[in-house]
């Protein structure tokens, strides 16, 4: 009697022991389902903020584009010059920029010339297809200059107002010529006031 009600007892521990352990593994079970629904969830948000902040950093303003302009002289000389600069456009027709810009103007047997500088740009454009533009550059000047005593080197700064006009070929490139208005036929660093330009922007 003694040794069944002992049994019995043992047995009711048991099945309570496995119970309780049912029941953690159970929940453990819930815990990790509940992890496995809600990981997904929090990865997601997480990365739709990530993806946002990428975004919002890699959108850039459409109205700051970057330009580079070069030019090409072969009248009375060489002239080659190059002007990257970033420009903004403030309305539709109307933009400015700024940047450097750098030249070389050689004159065979008489002058070689390397400027380096800044500039400031404005466009305007006419229609669709015609552009105008204002440009001022201050240009630092080195010049080496042969005379039948030898050579004569000078360094010097020059102020340059180009008023030009141009066709765009399309909405990244234009093509056209500009004039000096202060070109000084026996000070200018250019050989013509005239420079053929062509327009590049990204």
Same mark, same amino acid.
């Given at each position: 009697?003694?040794?069944?009600?002992?049994?019995?007892? *043992?047995?009711?521990? @048991?099945?309570?022991?496995?119970?309780?352990? %049912? =029941?953690?593994?159970? $929940?453990?079970?819930?815990?990790?389902?509940?992890?496995?629904?809600?990981?997904?969830?929090?990865?997601?948000?997480?990365?739709?903020?990530?993806?946002?902040?990428?975004?919002?950093?890699?959108?850039?303003?459409?109205?700051?584009? #970057?330009?580079?302009? &070069?030019?090409?002289? &072969?009248?009375?000389?060489?002239?080659? %010059?190059?002007?990257?600069?970033?420009?903004?456009?403030?309305?539709? /027709?109307?933009?400015?920029?700024?940047?450097?810009?750098?030249?070389? /103007?050689?004159?065979?047997?008489?002058?070689?010339?390397?400027? #380096?500088?800044?500039?400031?740009?404005?466009?305007?454009?006419? =229609?669709?297809?015609?552009?105008?533009?204002?440009? @001022?550059?201050?240009?630092?000047?080195?010049?080496?200059? !042969?005379?039948?005593?030898?050579?004569?080197?000078?360094? #010097?700064? !020059?102020?340059? *107002? @180009?008023? +030009?006009? +141009?066709?765009?070929?399309?909405?990244?490139? =234009?093509?056209?010529?500009? &004039? $000096?208005?202060?070109?000084?036929?026996?000070?200018?660093?250019?050989?013509?006031?005239?420079?053929?330009?062509? $327009?590049?922007? #990204?």
């Amino acid at each position: 009697m003694k040794k069944s009600v002992l049994t019995n007892a *043992l047995s009711l521990v @048991f099945f309570a022991i496995c119970a309780q352990v %049912s =029941s953690q593994v159970t $929940n453990i079970s819930v815990i990790d389902s509940s992890a496995t629904m809600n990981t997904p969830v929090s990865l997601d948000s997480t990365t739709t903020e990530q993806l946002r902040t990428v975004d919002s950093l890699v959108i850039v303003n459409p109205r700051l584009k #970057f330009g580079c302009g &070069f030019g090409l002289n &072969f009248l009375g000389g060489t002239n080659i %010059s190059l002007s990257p600069n970033l420009i903004y456009n403030v309305s539709d /027709n109307f933009s400015l920029g700024a940047g450097v810009q750098g030249s070389y /103007n050689s004159i065979k047997n008489v002058q070689k010339t390397t400027t #380096f500088g800044a500039n400031v740009i404005g466009q305007y454009n006419l =229609s669709k297809k015609l552009m105008s533009l204002l440009e @001022f550059a201050q240009l630092k000047v080195n010049t080496k200059q !042969e005379t039948p005593t030898g050579e004569i080197k000078d360094d #010097f700064w !020059e102020s340059a *107002l @180009f008023v +030009g006009a +141009g066709y765009n070929i399309n909405n990244k490139i =234009s093509i056209g010529a500009k &004039f $000096n208005v202060l070109y000084d036929d026996d000070e200018s660093v250019y050989s013509s006031p005239i420079i053929p330009f062509v $327009n590049i922007t #990204f």
